[in-house]
């Protein structure tokens, strides 16, 4: 889960709604592996960038 959000931070996505809710998780063989879905709030940033902010709050 956090290999896909750190690859599409590398390429300059920015998802902005991670919360609990956007977090499945399925099977891959005997391994669960968490998956980060719904990019609906993605932005595009500089490669790079950590002032982007968060979506929303909380």
């Given at each position: 889960m956090f290999e896909g959000h750190y690859v599409a931070w590398k390429h300059g996505i920015?998802?902005?709604?991670?919360?609990?809710?956007?977090?499945?998780y399925k099977m891959d063989g005997d391994d669960m592996v968490g998956v980060?879905?719904?990019?609906?709030?993605?932005?595009?940033?500089?490669?790079?960038?950590e002032e982007g902010g968060a979506g929303r709050q909380h």
């Open positions: 920015q998802h902005r709604d991670i919360t609990p809710s956007n977090l499945m980060l879905i719904d990019f609906n709030f993605t932005q595009r940033c500089a490669i790079g960038d």
